[in-house]
């Protein structure tokens, strides 16, 4: 079982009803789901997760102090403190997760801090740009499964979504590193001699490319560890291109019938796993991301390096003072 449906039926079977009746004054007023860090948030969970902060738990979200005092907010962690400790095999911990509480009564203000660093909107540009993706995408992950106030849910269709000039200065500032890195920085790398600086190199380009493609996609980019599990559900090909060069496996790939490949992928490689070799998965990828740009309209650059359809992008970028700030200000990871 999922922990958001294992949560979900722990909250139904012994939270819901209580609450109804004992907090019914306090039900137009608050929010229950499961959202914020962790795997199962995601729907990432699995019998690995299993051994560290998977529990049957949710969250009870409650507005300021002026609309539910302290002593309200005492009174419903203290009921959710009495639920009980075991469901459907899983058992609640009795101390709090690395990073603090992550279920059980939390202030909406407090949850809008810990996520953007701020408890005013509308967020800023500097802001917006600040804020890192993962943080973001935990604000607006999971369910929430009833919101009388309406508060968290119109908190959580605000972040959804970057406003579109923001996703412009990010996708240039990622779309440079990655011609940097992997397009020049790479093969220079090993022209010194250096095979742990190509290393990171590569990894550098593999970094910033899924970036890019999240960004492609409308997506954020989640924790670094679920970035290969989360773009094999947007870009399946493209991920396991880049899995393979940070793997340093860049041999045996199926062939394509082209560069985008039979279902939309970048063309394959059956270079050996040779420095070559994992330069032309890097130049594959790099044209499929360009390919992705001219589809949405987002360059005008003819010509195959990332770099300058990076400025291309920039200078899609509608607000004058954005636009003209340094093309890595979108970088935040």
Known sequence: MKGLELSRRYYEEFAAEALRGEFSRLMPLIAVGLCGAGSECLGYDDEVSRDHDLEPGFCIFIPDEDKVSRRDAFLLQRFYDKLPREFEGFRRGLVSPVGGNRRGVI????????????????LSAEQWLRIPEQSLLEAVNGEIWHDGLGEI?????????????????????????????????YARCLAHGEKGAAALAAGEFAASAAHALFLLHGRYTPYYKWI????????PEAAERLERIVTGDASSAPESADRRGASGGPETSSEPDTPSGTQLLIEELSSYIIGLLREQGLTEASCGELEKHAYSVNDHIEDPLLRNADIFAGLNR
Do not use: C, H, W
């Open 153 to 185: 849910s119109a908190l959580r269709e605000y972040l959804s979504e970057m406003p579109g000039d923001i996703r412009l200065k990010k996708l240039a500032s990622y779309l440079l590193t990655a011609g940097q890195s992997g397009q020049y920085n």
């Open 107 to 122: 202030r909406t203000r407090d949850f809008l801090i810990a996520r953007t660093g701020t408890d005013v909107l509308p």
């Open 228 to 235: 290969f599990r989360a773009l094999r559900e947007i870009e």
